[in-house]
């Protein structure tokens, strides 16, 4: 049977790796307990958590069993990692309305049944009887203060202002890898590549307290070709919650990706055979467009179903070559047929403002009907609506349907 690191790394998953020979052989050799982190500062995931959960399927489908831990407590503090400033807390009420939310996203990449089911657990559960003075003499003392202001995440903290609470999330991420590898017999622990210092820190706890099977392993993050994170839109991240981002603009966002990141998509967002990967992202020109269309097809019906994607789709079609239906674009219905361009812009989200609307305009990226808009005090009008609809459209990518 192919050892599952084969496959992570023929789809270019693997950043870092704690003990690459001992990761690879225990991996090979009998089905583990391995662990993913996911804070729960938001009612929806996002792409970023994306591709965590697709290293976590691959994991249990070659039969090792994925726990979901969802850190109602560490939520509380915040990870630091990649944050330049301290993340706003949240009540309790929210973070349990988060974590209801996030279950039913979770469970349709990784499978809560059959024999190696995945377990979700939340670390408020254990931290919420943890005394502080206890907790810092058996855990905090294995600690060097000193080498953890060297790790990258407290780093880029320094010049803006660290707090103790905030550097405290090492301690408790670490601590949780110690009550999984406790409870559950957890020796692996993955996550996004801007998680290795929290990772080794829990690697480490384990082995200081006396064993030797603790492992980490990293992913990377999903990016463009300048290395910018991949996952951004014009209304802010792109989520997994369609009524955050519609299953429309969705699909749209990976049917537009750059020609030099099809690739990356198809191997880490689906679960398309690589030979078919390859004579896909072997197409060159307007050929690579044929790739799009199917990571966006499939990497929408993974988040929101066969019906959706092909909702999507149809939407698209009809957009770009006059074939299927406009029902299932994002679509604003107006309470005032005459209003501004301006604030049609800002009304359907395609610009924050009013001011980057007027630029827009100004740059000659914004046309109604196919027809360019060039004057910033422009009024829509019955006429632009006689079929009922206007299509308001930023350059060549981005459509929404306006309704009367």
Same mark, same amino acid.
């Given at each position: 049977?192919?050892?599952?690191?084969?496959?992570?790394?023929?789809?270019?998953?693997?950043?870092?790796?704690?003990?690459?020979?001992?990761?690879?052989?225990?991996?090979?050799?009998?089905?583990?307990?391995?662990?993913?982190?996911?804070?729960?500062? $938001?009612?929806?995931?996002?792409?970023?958590?994306?591709?965590?959960?697709?290293?976590?399927?691959?994991?249990?489908?070659?039969?090792? #069993?994925?726990?979901?831990?969802?850190?109602?407590?560490?939520?509380?503090?915040?990870?630091?990692?990649?944050?330049?400033?301290?993340? @706003?807390?949240?009540?309790?009420?929210?973070?349990?309305?988060?974590?209801?939310?996030?279950?039913?996203?979770?469970?349709?990449?990784?499978?809560?049944?059959?024999?190696?089911?995945?377990?979700?657990?939340?670390?408020?559960?254990?931290?919420?009887?943890?005394?502080?003075?206890?907790?810092?003499?058996?855990?905090?003392?294995?600690?060097?203060?000193?080498?953890?202001?060297?790790?990258?995440?407290?780093?880029?903290?320094? +010049?803006?202002?660290?707090?103790?609470?905030?550097?405290?999330?090492?301690?408790?991420?670490?601590?949780?890898?110690?009550?999984?590898?406790?409870?559950?017999?957890?020796?692996?622990?993955?996550?996004?590549?801007?998680?290795?210092?929290?990772?080794?820190?829990?690697?480490?706890?384990? #082995?200081?307290?006396?064993?030797?099977?603790?492992?980490?392993?990293?992913?990377?993050?999903?990016?463009?070709?300048?290395?910018?994170?991949?996952?951004?839109?014009?209304?802010?991240?792109?989520?997994?919650?369609?009524?955050?981002?519609?299953?429309?603009?969705?699909?749209?966002?990976?049917?537009?990706?750059?020609?030099?990141?099809?690739?990356?998509?198809?191997?880490?967002?689906?679960?398309?055979?690589?030979?078919?990967?390859?004579?896909?992202?072997?197409?060159?020109?307007?050929?690579?467009?044929?790739?799009?269309?199917?990571?966006?097809?499939?990497?929408?019906?993974?988040?929101?179903? +066969?019906?959706?994607?092909?909702?999507?789709?149809?939407? $698209?079609? $009809?957009?770009?070559?006059?074939?299927?239906?406009?029902?299932?674009?994002?679509?604003?219905?107006?309470?005032?047929?005459?209003?501004?361009?301006?604030?049609?812009?800002?009304?359907?989200?395609?610009?924050?403002?009013?001011?980057?609307?007027?630029?827009?305009?100004?740059?000659?990226?914004?046309?109604?009907?196919?027809?360019?808009?060039?004057?910033?005090?422009?009024?829509?009008?019955? @006429?632009?609506?006689?079929?009922?609809? $206007?299509?308001?459209?930023?350059?060549?990518?981005?459509?929404?349907?306006?309704?009367?």
């Amino acid at each position: 049977m192919q050892n599952v690191m084969d496959i992570l790394e023929e789809r270019n998953y693997i950043e870092q790796l704690t003990h690459p020979k001992e990761i690879r052989e225990l991996l090979g050799k009998e089905n583990i307990s391995f662990y993913i982190g996911i804070d729960p500062t $938001a009612d929806s995931l996002h792409i970023g958590h994306f591709v965590s959960l697709m290293v976590a399927s691959h994991l249990q489908k070659a039969g090792h #069993r994925p726990i979901i831990l969802v850190g109602g407590a560490t939520a509380a503090v915040g990870d630091p990692s990649g944050k330049t400033d301290m993340r @706003k807390m949240l009540s309790q009420e929210e973070l349990a309305h988060n974590v209801e939310c996030l279950k039913q996203q979770i469970s349709k990449l990784v499978s809560f049944e059959g024999e190696n089911a995945a377990i979700m657990v939340n670390n408020a559960d254990w931290f919420s009887n943890i005394k502080f003075v206890e907790f810092m003499r058996e855990i905090g003392s294995l600690f060097s203060v000193n080498k953890m202001l060297a790790a990258e995440c407290y780093k880029q903290r320094l +010049e803006t202002g660290l707090t103790f609470f905030e550097m405290s999330y090492m301690l408790m991420q670490s601590y949780d890898f110690w009550h999984l590898y406790n409870e559950y017999g957890c020796k692996l622990e993955i996550g996004g590549n801007d998680q290795w210092s929290n990772i080794i820190g829990g690697v480490d706890l384990i #082995r200081k307290i006396g064993k030797d099977d603790s492992f980490g392993l990293t992913f990377k993050l999903l990016t463009t070709k300048e290395g910018k994170k991949m996952g951004k839109t014009e209304k802010g991240a792109l989520w997994l919650n369609p009524e955050k981002t519609s299953p429309y603009e969705f699909y749209q966002y990976w049917r537009n990706v750059e020609d030099a990141s099809v690739g990356t998509v198809l191997k880490m967002l689906t679960f398309l055979p690589t030979e078919k990967i390859d004579e896909l992202t072997s197409l060159k020109d307007e050929k690579i467009n044929e790739a799009k269309k199917i990571a966006a097809y499939e990497i929408t019906k993974l988040i929101h179903g +066969e019906e959706e994607a092909k909702k999507a789709e149809e939407a $698209a079609n $009809a957009l770009f070559n006059g074939q299927g239906s406009l029902e299932n674009m994002p679509t604003t219905k107006l309470e005032d047929v005459n209003i501004s361009v301006v604030d049609a812009i800002v009304l359907t989200g395609i610009a924050p403002s009013k001011s980057q609307a007027r630029t827009l305009i100004n740059q000659g990226a914004v046309s109604l009907n196919d027809e360019k808009i060039s004057d910033i005090n422009y009024r829509l009008s019955e @006429k632009d609506l006689e079929q009922g609809f $206007a299509i308001l459209k930023k350059g060549k990518k981005v459509f929404h349907k306006l309704e009367k």
